[in-house]
């Protein structure tokens, strides 16, 4: 057990609608990460918090945002989802930004029909 | 841009057989590297890491060196079990004051007994 839990497990919509997913990190860590974890990308970053701050963006599709809450939960909404959009959405954080050992949840796992 | 290129996979070995996924890297500065694991219907986790060129990272019998001349970081372990067979990730952080990690599509190592 990682520590971060992201739910839910597992999303099944339509395209066109909106979605958000949820992560709450380990205790203490400030940063958090999103990732889209795909068979033909692998895993892509999407964007990083640190502490409420955005502090990095990575491939994140205009459709999707997210930001970080003082409790330092996230959410990263996906709106007007293309099929496309199937996928295993991964949140990691971390202590602080130079450490570089990221600890992952088990993901989400978004279906889009 | 930076980029993490690791052999295609999938690998299939026999038990107590030698390992070796390979890693080549692009990047700016002078980035950590990192080989995560992902075991079926789990998160990632840090296998192994090293921060500076020549440095060796090991853990569970797996070992990987930092070789700034060929840019890689190989994986390798001696003897392979049956529960090592998971999907493996090679990985850098930039190096240059960006702290996510960029990384390869991932290798998928089955071990038969």
């Known amino acids: 057990d990682s520590g971060v839990t992201q739910t839910p497990k597992h999303l099944i919509t339509a395209t066109g609608q909106r979605v958000t997913l949820r992560c709450s990190p380990r205790s203490g860590d400030l940063s958090v990460y999103w990732y889209q974890q795909s068979l033909d990308q692998g895993l892509q970053f999407l964007i990083q918090?640190?502490?409420?701050?955005?502090?990095a963006k990575g491939n994140i599709l205009e459709r999707f945002s997210a930001q970080q809450f003082p409790d330092l939960h996230s959410e990263l909404n996906l709106s007007s989802l293309e099929l496309g959009d199937s996928a295993l959405y991964f949140c990691a954080s971390s202590v602080d930004l130079q450490n570089g050992e990221l600890f992952f949840g088990e993901g989400s796992r978004l279906t889009v029909l | 841009g930076n980029s993490v290129t690791q052999m295609e996979g999938p690998v299939t070995l026999s038990e107590e057989a030698f390992l070796t996924i390979n890693c080549t890297y692009t990047a700016t500065g002078y980035p950590s590297l990192f080989w995560y694991v992902q075991y079926p219907g789990e998160g990632l986790q840090l296998l192994l890491k090293?921060?500076?060129?020549?440095d060796k990272g090991s853990n569970k019998g797996f070992e990987a060196t930092y070789r700034k001349e060929t840019t890689s970081f190989h994986l390798e372990k001696g003897s392979v079990q049956v529960s090592d067979s998971a999907v493996y990730f090679c990985?850098?952080?930039?190096?240059?004051?960006?702290?996510?990690?960029?990384f390869g599509k991932g290798t998928k190592l089955s071990v038969i007994p």
């Open positions: 990985a850098h952080n930039s190096g240059a004051g960006s702290y996510q990690l960029t």
């Open positions: 090293a921060t500076k060129a020549d």
């Open positions: 918090y640190y502490n409420g701050e955005e502090r």
